[in-house]
């Protein structure tokens, strides 16, 4: 049978990567959205889209799509990021239902993905879960991992729904504000969506 869908998301820096690699720990297949998005913009395809989208200036010496320059451009036009969106969205989604496919032999697995709320693909979830994070811990996280400008970050914030609206949203949050510690709150939400499935079978 095909494993049942949970959403995974939460604002930049809150901690969904590092949220997902534990439920991986504990035996739940994860799908990085953000990872296989990347991949899929390098298929000749979405490559030539790109070009034709964005411009010359979006493509690198190696004739594949030059991320740094597509994030610049987008994440300075709401318009432009919508246009990349409605390319790479359907794409992942394909992909990901053609990789759930395959889990038939986990309960659930896990799509982790920034931006579900706002793309309203929350809704094809059995459950979502919300990581959460004080703003300025997440901007000094993400400082710290690329090495880039807390304007910067706190630009790419500006496309996303506040968290405090997102908690309403979710039926499940897990706190990453440094004190509280992960796992134990990865094990809780995994036992209550294991337990609400097995109830519904
Ligand atoms: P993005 O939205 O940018 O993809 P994300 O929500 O997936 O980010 P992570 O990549 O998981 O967030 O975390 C951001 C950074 O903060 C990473 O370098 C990660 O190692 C670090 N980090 C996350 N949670 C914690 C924590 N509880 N304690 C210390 N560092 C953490």
Known sequence: MAAIQVGLTGNIGSGKTTAGRLFETI????????????????????????????????????????????????????????KLNELIHPLVRVDFQRWAAYQTDHPYVIMEAAILFETKRAKQFYKNILVTAPEELRIQRVCARDGVAARDVRKRMQHQIPEEKKVQMADFVINNDGKEPLIPQVESIHQRISALINKSV
């Open 27 to 82: 035996g739940v297949p994860v799908y990085y959205a953000d990872d296989h998005a990347k991949r899929l913009l390098n298929e000749p395809d979405v490559a030539s889209h790109i070009r034709t989208l964005f411009g010359d200036e979006c493509i690198g010496a190696n004739g594949l799509p030059d991320r740094k320059a597509l994030a610049k451009k987008v994440f300075a036009n709401t318009r432009l990021l919508q």
